[in-house]
């Protein structure tokens, strides 16, 4: 699937809540309002997804920059978030199938552990909606839901 074929399925303004889930706690399920703008940058070469949410009252803000070559389903993607990312930015490589569903794959250190991976799927809006889930996936391939955010197209 090519971005360009799917683009305007994405493109506009989006709100909905957004979860964290800190599967290590008791409770370990944090819900917030979330507002997400996706539009076309660089020549309409690629998608950029800005996001807001809330985290123990203190807001919270990222974004992901989404892009392929046009000739193939391969997507390549750099993310970051405030609340996750301590200042780094995320590269992620993955595809987009034939129906325009995003999976982009990426890591992150742990200090004196190996790397942590982290998968963002992003399934092709239906029916004015749209869904962010993420994971964190351990070393040893085990993975873990860390975000699910809902959205309803505002357009």
């Given amino acids: 699937m ?3 074929d799917v683009k305007n399925k994405y493109i506009g303004l989006w709100k909905g809540n957004h979860r964290l889930i800190l599967s290590w706690l008791p409770d ?3 819900n917030s309002d979330s507002n997400l703008a996706i539009k076309a940058v660089a020549n309409n070469k690629f998608l950029m997804f800005t ?3 809330h985290h123990e009252g203190l807001a919270q803000e990222g974004m992901l920059l989404v892009g392929n070559n046009n000739e193939q389903s391969e997507v390549t993607a750099s993310w970051i978030d405030s609340w996750g990312m ?3 930015i995320m590269n992620c490589y993955g595809t987009m199938n034939e129906v325009g569903d995003i999976s982009l794959r990426g890591s992150y250190e742990v200090q004196d552990n190996p790397d942590w991976g982290w998968r ?3 399934p092709l809006p239906t029916d004015n909606s749209l869904q962010v889930k993420m994971y964190n996936v351990s070393p040893d ?3 873990f839901l860390a975000v699910d955010a809902s ?3 505002m357009d």
Avoid: R
């Fill in 51 to 53: 996001y807001d949410w």
């Fill in 86 to 88: 301590g200042g780094k």
């Fill in 2 to 4: 090519k971005l360009k």
């Fill in 120 to 122: 963002i799927d992003i």
């Fill in 151 to 153: 959205y309803t197209s």
């Fill in 28 to 30: 370990p399920d944090f």
């Fill in 141 to 143: 391939g085990e993975e």
